[in-house]
């Protein structure tokens, strides 16, 4: 991982959202046509696994996989239609968004009400900070809770309990209950009650139609998309040379560039995930439609140069990041949290 911060020039941080906000006027073209290339090919590949899955699973297996990402880009469209960035009409970005919701199981409204708040507090190190985000102490927290809690956070933070069995219980019941009680969700709150009744009818008319194998087809296909896409939410804020600070001391700007990465994967995985990788442009101006982010990153070569960069071989190395240490500034195993915080204690 390649990471040229901290910036000690200032002005240079502040230009960054200059040079981004350029790109961030939607292209109605270029939107229906991803819509096309993206449901067009998840349909009919969600049409073979039905026909295929009865004679040979080992046929179906492959592409289930590989529908289960093209259901992943459908929901960065559906994120974008959460941003207003993916068409310049809000009513259009609102009923695509809508619609796209019952395909992902991923509440519209409510999802980008937490995912926005997410974007205004991004590594800030705060009572609120797992709104839209993964849980995530300190060292120094991590040292004052008890045992009971450090085992509870330890199993949460272990990757097969984050990414296998986690991600149906973040769909169907995160995304299902309002949790968030700020008063700034109320809306979302409300809204989330429509959705649960349409996603509820729409998959009562799959049933109908096709029965459980239906059903089960749809549900395995959410559970490999959100078990890649917390894969992804989590290496691009989790990363060892990330940034958090406290309210005091947090700058939006820095929390973008040093707190988000920029996830360099092969062309293919890049379009299949809907250029979420360039994940550092989009939490500089989450108005940057996914569609523009990669002709923006490549025509300022100063983002690539403060870039946190991360290939997906130097990914797995996040599977190790716990804990935020404050006196490091960079996010450690439990096992050197252990090694050099415990013993120093004893």
């Known amino acids: 991982m390649a990471n040229t911060l901290p910036v000690q020039d200032e002005t240079v941080l502040k230009q960054l959202p200059l040079i981004v906000k350029p790109y961030q006027l939607p292209n109605t073209r270029k939107a229906v046509f991803q819509i096309l290339n993206t449901l067009t090919p998840f349909l009919g590949l969600w049409a073979a696994i039905f026909f295929l899955v009865d004679s040979s699973i080992w046929l179906a297996a492959p592409l289930f996989l590989v529908n289960g990402f093209f259901l992943g880009r459908l929901f960065i469209l559906q994120h974008d239609c959460g941003h207003q960035s993916f068409t310049a009409s809000r009513q259009a970005n609102y009923i695509i968004g809508n619609f796209l919701a019952l395909l992902t199981c991923i509440p519209f409204k409510y999802w980008a009400s937490s995912h926005n708040f997410h974007h205004g507090h991004n590594n800030l190190l705060w009572k609120h900070r797992d709104i839209g985000d993964i849980p995530t102490l300190t060292v120094a927290e991590f040292r004052k809770i008890n045992w009971l809690y450090r085992i509870l956070y330890m199993t949460l933070r272990n990757g097969f309990v984050l990414f296998i069995l986690l991600p149906p219980v973040y769909v169907f019941f995160n995304n299902r209950f309002p949790l968030v009680w700020l008063k700034s969700?109320?809306?979302a709150r409300r809204s989330l009650l429509r959705s649960t009744a349409l996603l509820a009818a729409f998959y009562a008319?799959?049933?109908l139609l096709l029965g459980w194998k239906g059903l089960i087809i749809q549900f395995a296909l959410v559970?490999?998309?959100g078990s890649y896409a917390l894969w992804f939410?989590?290496?691009q804020h989790q990363h060892e040379s990330t940034y958090k600070q406290w309210r005091d001391?947090?700058?939006?700007?820095?929390?973008a560039i040093q707190g988000s990465s920029f996830y360099k994967l092969p062309r293919v995985l890049n379009w299949l995930t809907g250029n979420i990788g360039y994940h550092h442009i989009h939490h500089l101006n989450p108005l940057v439609p996914n569609y523009e982010l990669v002709r923006c990153h490549r025509e300022n070569p100063i983002l690539d140069q403060l870039a946190n960069k991360?290939?997906?071989w130097q990914s797995f190395r996040c599977l190790f990041n716990k804990l935020w240490d404050e006196e490091q500034q960079r996010m450690i195993s439990f096992r050197e949290y252990f090694r050099r915080y415990?013993?120093?204690l004893a």
């Open 233 to 235: 939410f989590y290496v």
């Open 249 to 255: 001391r947090w700058d939006y700007v820095r929390a």
């Open 342 to 344: 415990e013993r120093r």
């Open 185 to 187: 969700f109320a809306h």
């Open 205 to 207: 008319l799959i049933y």
């Open 310 to 312: 991360l290939t997906l």
């Open 223 to 225: 559970w490999i998309f």
